[in-house]
């Protein structure tokens, strides 16, 4: 995921702001790395904000995918860099501690070391250089963001949450079969509940997967449908409106809309059609994640 490699770079971005020595004698090359790993820093962040959005947005939308795959490779490419560089600050620290051959002459050892600093400055002017490019390529990442909107139609997209039912053409279905034999064992096979157990089947992954096709599967069996006295399916989606849910319940046993007012009296109401029936209920789109309610 996106969300995952981008905040591994930003930690590693915080090492950064420590300069070697050796770089910072180059007045030039210490202030241009100091601007760029800055304006590194300050893209990662503005996008880390919008990934949330953006993640949840990709199933649907090819163009957001794109975004977030352009995103991952250049995180990649800083990461690469970031190895580099952590890999460059610690050779001079490497070959200080080389043992030093005691009949080296002493020339040698000078020239070594010069030649050795040099190869340093050259390692960090391509790091500098390579920190540059995909600087390059974040910025226009980051540009094109904003056209996706990212956070701002999060609550008008919420209430166009598609309202879910349990009509289903399985002709328009592949796969899924060993799925639902498993799921439809749970509920009528052997190992099924008996008496007053209640049971709860929980299906999960991310939007697009197929969580509601594999119930409506399961629900509209031949085998489930004779093994309960009553089947209801509710589309739940967000906010998790417990008045809302209790009498669309109560509106399935009846058929008709309940003019009862009051939690209790819904539930006392339901509560006298379920005694003593198995019932199958379920709840579809659910996003809470407050297990009381």
């Given amino acids: 995921m996106a969300k995952s490699i981008v905040s591994a770079v930003l930690e590693k971005l915080g090492s950064l702001l420590m300069i070697p020595e050796e770089i910072k004698q180059n007045v030039e090359?210490?202030?241009?790395?100091?601007?760029?790993?800055?304006k590194l820093t300050v893209h990662f962040q503005d996008i880390q904000s919008v990934l949330q959005d953006a993640e949840s947005k990709q199933v649907k939308d090819g163009n957001v995918r794109n975004w977030l795959k352009k995103l991952k490779d250049v995180a990649y490419d800083v990461d690469d860099v970031?190895?580099?560089w952590?890999?460059?600050?610690l050779k001079p620290k490497l070959e200080k501690e080389e043992k030093e051959v005691e009949d080296f002459p002493l020339f040698k050892k000078i020239r070594r070391?010069?030649?050795?600093f040099s190869f340093q400055t050259v390692q960090y002017y391509n790091i500098a250089s390579k920190i540059k490019i995909v600087n390059q390529?974040?910025?226009?990442?980051?540009?094109e963001k904003d056209r996706f909107k990212f956070g701002l139609e999060k609550e008008v997209e919420e209430y166009q949450r598609l309202i879910t039912a349990s009509f289903i053409d399985e002709e328009e279905v592949y796969g899924r079969f060993e799925e639902t034999t498993v799921l439809v064992n749970?509920?009528?096979?052997?190992?099924?509940?008996?008496?007053?157990?209640?049971?709860?089947?929980?299906?999960?992954?991310?939007?697009?997967?197929?969580?509601?096709?594999?119930?409506?599967?399961?629900?509209?069996?031949?085998d489930v449908e004779c093994h309960f006295d009553k089947r209801i399916w509710i589309c739940v989606s967000d906010p998790f409106d417990e008045m809302r849910i209790a009498k669309e319940i109560l509106e399935a046993f009846k058929g008709e809309s309940p003019k009862l007012a009051g939690k209790d009296n819904i539930?006392?109401?339901?509560?006298?059609?379920v005694l003593g029936k198995k019932i199958l209920l379920v709840l579809d789109d659910v996003w809470t994640e407050d297990a009381k309610k």
């Fill in 267 to 273: 539930l006392q109401e339901i509560r006298s059609h």
């Fill in 137 to 143: 390529q974040l910025n226009c990442i980051a540009n």
């Fill in 82 to 84: 970031l190895d580099e």
């Fill in 186 to 222: 749970m509920l009528v096979g052997e190992n099924s509940s008996r008496g007053s157990r209640l049971d709860v089947i929980s299906i999960v992954g991310m939007g697009g997967v197929g969580k509601t096709t594999l119930a409506q599967l399961v629900y509209n069996r031949n």
């Fill in 86 to 89: 952590k890999s460059a600050k």
């Fill in 29 to 38: 090359l210490a202030l241009a790395l100091e601007e760029e790993i800055g």
């Fill in 113 to 116: 070391s010069i030649s050795s």
